[in-house]
């Protein structure tokens, strides 16, 4: 459910102001990373315990906690990246005036967040276990299959979506105002 | 390495999760996308259909083909006692799988992060224009 919320909040946000709904993004986002660590899931039905745990709300507590430490080490991570990585940007003189405080914060930020995955057990476990990194591999192909095979039937869809029919030519009177319209923002003189 | 990649030979349900773990956890975001910019501008039936027979469709076919019990969370879905354990299992296997699918985003993500380090390093030491003319701009 929380990972629903947040995804629903990212494509929502992602719709830009001309549709109301947008405003609700950072709310609904917020409100499902919240689901994401503090309601607990049941456990899964092949899990040790499960029939007993089916009327307790969580019993394995240690399976909690590493998934609580994966993602809360995860996004603190990722949160002091993407602050760093900002503040370089805005501070370099790529893209305006070079502030070098900035550029300084910034890069302590991305050190802070190279020093917090390196301390995370996730990854140390993953590269012990080279098996894991050739499996997700395999789950990255089969990604970038699966979008391919989407952005295929999305394609499919609009060659099949009936085309609007040819509006008629603007007459004298709307032509005039389109004139108009453009003189008053840009500028200039009618001939 | 080889003795790895026997093993995904001798082991193939591993590669048919992994596929299914990839397909899933797409058609999963896109299926959610889909949902929430629904709008009179969009002609989503086709591609709702369609992630949700990507979504469904290996879970049902690993879920019936591999055996009960196993690490991965695989089990004979179909074999099941009634429709309450049927959606259980299913449930389960769907959260697993979306499970892996992430923690394998979240395996890549620091080689993501090492390349936009690097183009940190870049923006924060900018070398002088080579081009003239940019160099006449410069100054």
Redesign the interface.
């Known amino acids: 459910m929380g ?2 919320l947040v ?3 990212f ?2 946000g ?2 830009g102001p001309s ?1 109301k709904r947008s405003r609700f993004g950072w709310p609904l986002g917020a409100l499902g990373l919240a689901l994401m660590v503090f309601l607990p ?1 049941p456990l ?4 040790p315990g499960y029939a007993e745990c089916q009327r307790l709300y969580h019993c394995r507590w240690d399976l909690r906690d590493q998934y609580l430490d ?1 993602l809360i080490g ?1 996004l603190s991570w ?1 949160v002091l ?1 993407l602050l ?2 900002l503040m ?2 805005r501070g ?3 893209y305006g005036r070079n502030r070098p405080r900035s ?1 300084t914060a ?2 302590a930020l ?1 050190i802070a ?2 020093f917090l ?1 390196s301390r995370m057990w ?2 140390e476990f ?1 590269i012990s276990e ?7 591999l ?10 391919c ?2 952005v295929q ?2 394609r ?2 609009e060659r ?2 009936p085309r609007m029919p040819k509006i008629a030519p603007l007459d004298e009177r709307e032509s005039r105002m389109v004139t108009e319209m453009i003189r008053r923002n840009l500028g200039g003189e009618v001939e | 390495m080889i003795e790895m990649l026997s093993f995904l030979i001798e082991e193939p349900i591993n590669v048919a999760t992994c596929i299914g773990v990839g397909m899933v956890t797409v058609s999963f975001c896109f299926l959610i996308h889909l949902l929430a910019t629904f709008n009179e501008y969009h002609r989503p039936i086709i591609p709702i259909l369609a992630s949700i027979i990507f979504l469904l469709g290996p879970v049902l076919m690993l879920g019936v083909v591999a055996g009960q019990g196993q690490d991965t969370g695989s089990m004979y879905l179909f074999e099941l006692d009634n429709f309450k354990s049927f959606l259980d299992n299913f449930k389960s296997l769907l959260f697993l799988w979306l499970d892996f699918g992430f923690s394998t985003l979240f395996l890549f993500l620091p080689l993501l992060f090492a390349v936009g380090t690097l183009q940190m390093l870049r923006i924060t030491f900018p070398r002088p224009a080579e081009d003239p003319l940019l160099a006449s701009i410069d100054d």
């Open positions: 990972l629903s995804l629903a909040a494509s929502m992602r719709m549709f899931e899964l039905a092949f899990e994966v995860s990722i990246a760093g990585s370089i940007i370099s003189s790529v550029v910034g890069w991305v967040a190279w995955m996730f990854y993953i080279p098996f894991f990194i050739l499996l997700g395999i789950v990255l192909a089969s990604m970038a299959a699966t979008i095979l989407h039937v999305v499919y869809t099949k979506t």
